[in-house]
């Protein structure tokens, strides 16, 4: 997989990232929902988020700091509710986490730039990607900064 790999168990809620705000700045620069996905690591509902059927050509950035996540050119159907992705613009600006919360274990993505929940990473899905993995991102932690 693309990106750093940590455990949550190692205190990675405890690291320092470049971009680091205390609650308050978050609060008053996010929206209730977009604070409760990037900071609280929650979800938005399937089917919601604004780009889970975008096809614009572009970079998807993280909506904390502004930091490259994704390309279109990595951005595919999965139909499952949320944006997919087979891979991150650049490897360095996602953090991959092992996530056992919910009685699972899963990999969260966070911006390695700021910590901000991003979603999470699946493998071995069959999907027909190059990498078969699937980024699972909630639109709510991106914004979609058009090239064409």
Same mark, same amino acid.
């Given at each position: 997989?693309?990106?750093?790999? %940590?455990?949550?168990?190692?205190?990675?809620n405890?690291?320092?990232?470049?971009?680091?705000?205390?609650?308050?700045?978050?609060?008053? #620069?996010?929206?209730?929902?977009?604070? #409760?996905?990037?900071?609280?690591?929650?979800?938005?509902r399937?089917?919601?988020?604004?780009? %889970?059927?975008?096809?614009?050509?572009?970079?998807?950035?993280?909506?904390?700091?502004?930091?490259?996540?994704?390309?279109?050119?990595?951005?595919?159907?999965?139909?499952?509710?949320?944006?997919?992705?087979?891979?991150?613009?650049?490897?360095?600006?996602?953090?991959?986490?092992?996530?056992?919360?919910?009685?699972?274990?899963?990999?969260?993505?966070?911006?390695?730039?700021?910590?901000?929940?991003?979603?999470?990473?699946?493998?071995?899905?069959?999907?027909?990607?190059? %990498?078969? #993995?699937?980024?699972?991102?909630?639109s709510?932690?991106?914004?979609? #900064?058009?090239?064409s």
């Amino acid at each position: 997989m693309f990106g750093r790999t %940590t455990d949550k168990s190692e205190g990675t809620n405890e690291k320092t990232y470049p971009v680091t705000k205390s609650d308050a700045e978050w609060r008053e #620069q996010l929206s209730p929902e977009e604070y #409760q996905v990037l900071r609280k690591s929650g979800t938005e509902r399937a089917f919601t988020g604004e780009y %889970t059927d975008t096809e614009t050509t572009g970079i998807y950035n993280c909506r904390a700091c502004g930091i490259e996540l994704f390309r279109s050119t990595g951005k595919f159907h999965s139909h499952c509710g949320w944006p997919s992705f087979y891979e991150p613009s650049e490897g360095d600006n996602v953090e991959l986490i092992t996530d056992r919360s919910m009685g699972m274990k899963r990999t969260e993505v966070r911006c390695a730039n700021c910590g901000s929940h991003l979603g999470h990473v699946f493998e071995g899905e069959g999907y027909d990607t190059p %990498t078969d #993995q699937r980024y699972c991102i909630n639109s709510v932690s991106i914004t979609l #900064q058009p090239t064409s």
